[in-house]
């Protein structure tokens, strides 16, 4: 149960802040949102099916940062949730700076506080029925390739933004499980 206790609680809050964004009127390429992992020698695609996004704690209590999934795969093998947080407001936003981030491994927003593009990815091993830790010894590495405006209304921005991650889980006793993959996601920047 405490294992979807932090989906739960993020689906809840996303469902009472739903933005939706698409209207016939809208001038929004066509644009494939996806994310891909590569795990176990398997490839496996997340489309989204609702596009929410919900407040998460940041680090500067002058910045106002929120948090979009980005994908949730789930198997008899695994279940890994990723999500990436990203500033909430317009005029925070484009100060951004594209740069590498670190993983993070857990999404806590009832004890942790997070930054502008922080990537998190929760790995749960379904078979042991435990979460597995990211390998410190490895470079858990988020790349951000570009950032694009896509779409406009008089409430929000719509961005495009796509990479690609590479990172790697420590299932105890030196077995080690290699993640990588990219994605191609909109976030939805209030102004």
Request: glycine share 4%; net charge negative; aromatic share 14%.
């Amino acid at each position: 149960m405490k294992k979807h206790l932090t989906k739960i609680i993020i689906l809840l809050i996303s469902l009472l802040t739903i933005s939706c964004s698409n209207d016939d009127n809208s001038s929004q390429p066509d644009i494939v949102e996806y994310t891909t992992i590569n795990i176990l020698g398997e490839s496996y695609t997340d489309y989204p099916y609702a596009t929410s996004s919900t407040v998460a704690p940041s680090c500067n209590s002058n910045i106002d940062l929120s948090v979009q999934q980005f994908g949730d795969f789930i198997n008899a093998q695994f279940d890994i949730w990723i999500v990436f947080i990203y500033r909430s407001y317009q005029y925070q936003f484009e100060e951004y700076d594209i740069s590498n981030t670190v993983i993070k491994q857990e999404y806590n927003p009832l004890s942790s506080c997070y930054n502008n593009f922080d990537f998190i990815v929760e790995y749960y091993d379904n078979e042991n029925d435990e979460k597995l830790n990211l390998d410190n010894s490895f470079t858990n590495m988020n790349t951000i390739e570009s950032i694009n405006k896509i779409d406009e209304d008089s409430n929000e921005i719509t961005y495009a933004v796509k990479g690609s991650f590479s990172l790697r889980f420590n299932k105890g006793g030196n077995t080690l499980i290699p993640v990588t993959g990219d994605y191609n996601r909109f976030i939805y920047v209030q102004k």
